[in-house]
């Protein structure tokens, strides 16, 4: 079973800043989209990011747009989510996603090959 793993949620203030990381378990994601995605609790899951497999595409959510940015190291076979300026609204489970071939979408459907998700929590 093809899975991804995330690391790098925590407790942090308003205001503050985390990265996320996404890694593939057996697997290289250099053929494969990675979204991300979030999931509060009561609420639906929310697709927030996504890139391409090159990296030269990204697209963002309105809700995080300016505050969220993606990136990924092909080499370290990584795809990280730099969050900053994060607010209460913010806290959720937050998965990564991958998806063979595609550009990237923000819809949870297009995606194949899922992580556990981290629980990001912001609170003062």
């Known amino acids: 079973q093809l899975q991804l793993v995330e690391s790098g949620g925590g407790l942090v203030q308003p205001g503050g800043s985390l990265r996320l990381s996404c890694t593939p378990s057996?697997?290289?994601?250099?053929?494969?989209?990675i979204g991300w995605f979030r999931q509060a609790p009561g609420k639906d899951r929310e697709g927030i990011s996504c890139?391409?497999?090159?990296?030269?595409?990204?697209n963002y959510a309105d809700s995080v747009k300016g505050r969220f940015t993606v990136s990924r190291d092909n080499a370290k076979n990584t795809v990280y989510l730099q969050m900053h300026s994060l607010k209460p609204e913010d806290t959720a489970v937050y998965y990564c996603?991958?998806?063979?071939?595609?550009?990237?979408?923000?819809?949870?459907?297009?995606?194949?090959?899922w992580g556990q998700g981290t629980q990001v929590t912001v609170s003062s």
């Open positions: 890139i391409s497999t090159d990296g030269g595409r990204t």
């Open positions: 057996r697997f290289t994601l250099d053929y494969y989209a």
């Open positions: 996603a991958a998806s063979y071939g595609i550009s990237g979408t923000l819809h949870s459907y297009e995606y194949d090959y």
